[in-house]
């Protein structure tokens, strides 16, 4: 009696092909050209932009003498690395702000949207911010959001070190 059911067949199809493969054998999965050009990297502020409903509140032009926004001569060293295994560290650089703060914070990340925005610690507070620009040099994040009625965006430039 011949069995017919062709769900059974590629179900029997499938437990053959993975029971025969070895750890071995497994091809390693090339990065992505996003990963490639994100990851592995220090990246320094090194520009940033802010508007209100369209209007520059402050740029990023002389950022070596700090932008208005909180970016102290102590944070100016600081770099951001993004690594394959999807965390994302913060580091204070060569001088801190305070002595007492950690080197290091981590966190995580991951590509969203079609690897077009990054996602923050996902979950359901997670932070999320576009990709301008992720070359492997250059990485610009930016976003825009409402808040009390007006519209507010803002565009970091990064520099890879």
């Given at each position: ?5 062709p ?5 029997f199809a ?12 497994e ?10 050009n994100?990851?592995g ?18 740029s ?35 001088t801190k ?7 290091t914070?981590?966190?995580t ?36 959001y409402i808040?009390?009625?007006?519209t ?10």
């Amino acid at each position: 009696m011949k069995n017919k059911n062709p769900i059974l067949i590629i179900l029997f199809a499938s437990i053959l092909s993975f029971s025969s493969c070895k750890d071995d054998d497994e091809a390693v999965i090339p990065a992505t050209v996003e990963q490639t050009n994100l990851c592995g990297k220090n990246f320094i502020l090194t520009d940033y932009l802010y508007t209100r409903n369209d209007s520059v509140i402050n740029s990023g032009v002389g950022i070596n003498n700090g932008l208005g926004l909180g970016l102290y001569a102590c944070q100016r060293d600081n770099f951001e690395r993004y690594e394959t295994n999807g965390t994302h560290t913060v580091d204070e650089g060569a001088t801190k702000c305070d002595p007492t703060d950690p080197q290091t914070e981590t966190g995580t990340w991951a590509f969203y949207d079609s690897a077009t925005k990054l996602i923050f610690d996902p979950g359901p507070d997670a932070d999320t911010v576009n990709i301008i620009r992720n070359d492997g040099t250059v990485l610009i994040l930016g976003g825009s959001y409402i808040k009390m009625g007006d519209t507010l965006e803002t565009r970091a430039t990064y520099t890879a070190q």
